[in-house]
């Protein structure tokens, strides 16, 4: 028999043409070790890269050649488990993305390896040179050479072939560390020691005594602070032969040093109990049954996810509940850690890629059983799955919109399926698509119509804002909002304002000649940021400072338009000069903990009114709120998306439920120039089921989704004319393909034509989930693999949750 010395890589070379295992020999030393899901270095091409091992060891190769050996194997145990190395090649294969995209998506970050450049030099490099830039080394690595200013001598060097590039795998420091401390000696040895120590030597006595107490025990160095005792004494101790000091892997706690109170199990309520039970019944079965929760905001969704999830602690099993990282609040954080605990480990966005590891680390080595976060939390490394939950399922965020465009709804589906365990799908708004299927019988739809504070849902107003402007009211707010706020003030409750930010910006524009600001690489206009007076080109980063004149005109009447947080904040102050305001958007939410502290302070009735985009109209439970204002509900509406009817009910709904959660009744007044919108009507009497048909048929009518299937093709160059033709060439290939019932939408130019100097293109195939879509699909990206070599890209997304 032949030796099984032959493994299967995915190199990290997110290309077409690499898109494929590569066979690679497993060196003697490696030959036990080696084991799929592991990473692994590569030689490949000139390079040395990541990979992943995918296969087990085998014994034949169609390679015609010598293999090359694995260089070096970076983990001594599978990052990804069978199941994910399945789930990665069934998400490429769905999404029309690489297998090693779909993997890295998959694991912390801090797997991620860095590569580092080295330049050497080859025997055509002359002593001159050799001696100038290498002086006595064989090599200089890229970051050095940058340092020195070497960096273009030595590329165009490379271009003689007078040096080569070396690419090395670096992997990142993956266990963070802290000092203990082993105490060297018994307690007999420490009292004769502590007879050699000199009196005043007052730390070293108290060092002495507390190992003396220890007898033998290791702990951290840290112990000896509430004794006053620090490093250096423990150095001292340690050339003195008390103690050794070593290095102990810690884990990264976001949370560690936050109180957080228990909170007990509460009693269920009945429509809370049916859904309950109906979900236990399906986790007692081991069935992946799909299950819709439409629970009206406030109607105690969160309770019975929480008891659900206790249940599956019970069986001995893990759960995942997954959240739209706005919902990632603290408030969400805290009770599931005051139910949980440890049990809890959350994965999101502000952790640093330590901490997140450390995190993923304990969901895989079972010292966390459940796993809370945004999308990717869905690949959670967990082994024994007894409950998915998705809150806010109808939030678009839960598709990623980079490859790979995967949905963590279909994520989640496939891992209950592998798990037998069911999946709740939990939103006072649910998605068209989820809701048509529950009406088919496809999910078992469990509702909750009732508020768990038995109140009514607030009464909703909504104010016409053409009406103002005639009033001559040329404020934000109009007369009933300002007064409303007042005596919501003046009673000592609280104010929640939000800005539908969705698609809108402030912008500049000379009131001379009517010029207005654009960036000069994208077809977009700057953004003007009150704060620190710079325009800001959203898509590609580029920022300028106010101007002073019009380029056009010369004259010096700029002015800023549109409604930005910023804005609003300083007419807030102007209307309400003694009252305090706490605004949360994308800037001041930035750094790490400003949620926690903001969120804090509304909490704690230290601020009057909370102001916010998007980003506060989900989750928050503030029984304080009464009053909720919506500044201006319409820009959401008209984008050029199909469902923004849909996202703008959802919003609408969605923030009216903030107010009035305790025992104190709310109400909402919403801004609005559309104020006869079926979106805006329906949202003011919490008509989710008339929103549902009127949308359905409107649906059906255009022939959008939930009814037909969308795939979206992007096309870009830098070259305006050849973006276009390739756009053409593709619905060329799809009418030839002549699949029944499908249609197609342009090709045309996308919202924002130009992004960076790169022309976009765009192209909307309808059709009807025919088998033969995913062949048609297949053969377009095989084209785009050509197209590619010439810089000209084209991104199929299948089922896309944005148009722009
Ligand atoms: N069985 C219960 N008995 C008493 N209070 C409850 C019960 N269930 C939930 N509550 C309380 O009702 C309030 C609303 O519950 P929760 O936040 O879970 O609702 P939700 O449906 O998740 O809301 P939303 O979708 O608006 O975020 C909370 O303050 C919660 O503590
Ligand atoms: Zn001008
Ligand atoms: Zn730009």
């Known amino acids: 028999m032949q030796a099984k010395n032959i493994i299967e890589v995915i190199v990290d070379v997110p290309t077409m043409q690499t898109d494929r295992p590569y066979d690679y020999s497993i060196p003697e030393d490696l030959k036990d070790l080696i084991q799929p899901g592991m990473r692994v270095q590569v030689p490949f091409g000139s390079r040395n890269l990541l990979g992943y091992v995918i296969s087990d060891p085998k014994a034949t190769t169609d390679f015609e050649g010598e293999l090359k050996d694995i260089t070096a194997l970076l983990d001594d145990e599978p990052v990804l488990s069978p199941e994910m190395l399945a789930l990665g090649k069934q998400i490429a294969a769905e999404n029309f993305c690489f297998l090693v995209e779909a993997y890295h998506t998959m694991l912390p970050n801090l797997l991620k390896v860095d590569y580092d450049k080295y330049f050497l030099p080859t025997t055509s490099i002359s002593y001159r040179e050799h001696a100038q830039y290498f002086s006595d080394f064989n090599e200089i690595s890229w970051a050095e050479a940058e340092e020195k200013g070497y960096l273009a001598d030595l590329i165009k060097l490379k271009k003689d072939n007078k040096v080569s590039i070396d690419y090395r795998v670096e992997d990142r420091k993956r266990y963070k560390t802290e000092k203990w401390v ?56 340690a050339e003195k032969g008390w103690l050794s000091l070593f290095d102990q892997p810690v884990n990264r706690d976001p949370y560690a040093n936050i109180v957080i109170e228990k909170s007990e199990k509460l009693q269920l309520q009945a429509q809370q109990e049916r859904a309950f039970a109906a979900v236990k019944t399906a986790m007692d079965a081991q069935k992946d049954e799909v299950f819709l929760l439409q629970g009206v905001t406030g109607s105690g969704k969160t309770e019975v996810y929480l008891q659900l999830i206790q249940e599956a602690l019970d069986k001995g099993q893990e759960a995942i509940l997954l959240v739209p990282e706005i919902s990632l609040t603290p408030q969400m954080v805290n009770r599931l850690k005051g139910r949980f605990g440890d049990m809890v480990a959350v994965l999101h966005s502000q952790l640093s890629t330590g901490e997140h590891f450390d995190e993923w680390r304990k969901l895989k ?27 806010e399922e109808h939030e678009t965020t839960y ?34 698509e989820s809701r048509a299927r529950a009406q088919n019988g496809v999910y078992t739809l469990l509702e909750m119509p009732e508020r768990s504070n038995h109140q009514a849902l607030p009464p909703v107003e909504l104010i016409d804002m053409r009406e103002e402007f005639r009033h001559k009211n040329y404020y934000q707010f109009s007369r009933k909002l300002r007064d409303e706020m007042q005596a919501t003030m003046d009673r000592g409750e609280q104010v929640a304002l939000m800005l539908n930010r969705r698609g809108y910006a402030n912008f500049m524009q000379c009131r001379d000649c009517g010029y207005t600001f654009q960036c000069p690489n994208c077809d977009v206009s700057l953004t003007y940021h009150y704060h620190n007076k710079q325009l800001q080109c959203h898509y590609c980063g580029y920022n300028a400072a106010r101007p002073q004149t019009c380029p056009q005109c010369g004259q010096t009447h700029l002015r800023e338009f549109g409604t930005g947080t910023e804005k609003v904040e300083q007419e807030i102050n102007e209307l309400f000069p003694n009252k305090t305001v706490v605004r949360m958007d994308m800037d001041t939410t930035r750094r790490k903990g400003s949620h926690e502290r903001m ?55 969605q923030m009216s439920g903030r107010a009035g959660r305790g025992d104190l009744s709310g109400q909402v007044l919403i801004q609005t120039y559309n104020p006869d919108h079926y979106a ?40 305006d004319h050849t973006a276009m033709a390739t756009a053409a060439k593709v619905a060329h290939m799809l009418r030839e393909a002549n699949v029944a019932g499908t249609k197609i939408i342009g090709p045309a130019q996308s919202t924002i034509s130009r992004v960076n100097n790169q022309y976009y293109y765009q192209l909307l195939y309808q059709h009807r989930g025919n088998q ?33």
């Open 182 to 237: 082993q105490p060297l000696m018994g307690f007999d040895q420490l009292e004769d020691e502590l007879q050699n120590v000199r009196k005043t030597a007052k730390k070293q006595l108290a060092l002495v005594e507390v190992l003396m107490e220890l007898d033998g025990k290791k702990v951290s160095a840290k112990y000896f602070e509430e004794f006053d005792i620090h490093m250096a004494t423990l150095k001292a101790g």
């Open 365 to 391: 080595n079972g010292q966390a059983k459940i796993a809370v976060g945004a999308r990717s939390s869905i690949f959670a490394p967990l082994h024994n799955i007894g409950l998915i939950i998705l809150d």
């Open 399 to 432: 598709k990623q919109s980079d490859n790979p465009r995967y949905h963590a709804r279909e994520v989640a589906k496939w891992r209950a399926n592998k798990h037998g365990c069911p999946v709740i799908l939990g939103s006072a708004t649910p998605s068209l």
């Open 599 to 653: 969120l804090k302070q509304i909490a704690d009735k230290k601020a009057d009114i909370l102001l916010g985009t998007q980003m506060i109209a989900k989750g928050l439970d503030f029984p304080n709120i009464t009053l909720v204002g919506i500044i201006n509900a319409d820009t959401s509406l008209y984008l050029p998306d199909f469902r923004a009817a849909e996202r703008t009910f959802q919003l609408l709904t």
């Open 680 to 719: 805006l009507t329906l949202a003011q009497h919490h008509d989710y089921d008339t929103f549902y048909q009127t949308e359905m048929r409107y649906r059906k009518l255009n022939q959008y989704s939930p009814y037909f299937y969308t795939v979206r093709f992007t096309v870009s160059n830098f070259d």
């Open 772 to 804: 033969a879509i995913h062949q048609v699909l297949q053969a377009i990206q095989d084209r785009a693999q050509n197209w590619s070599k010439d810089k000209i890209y084209v991104s199929i997304d299948v089922d896309p949750m944005t148009f722009m």
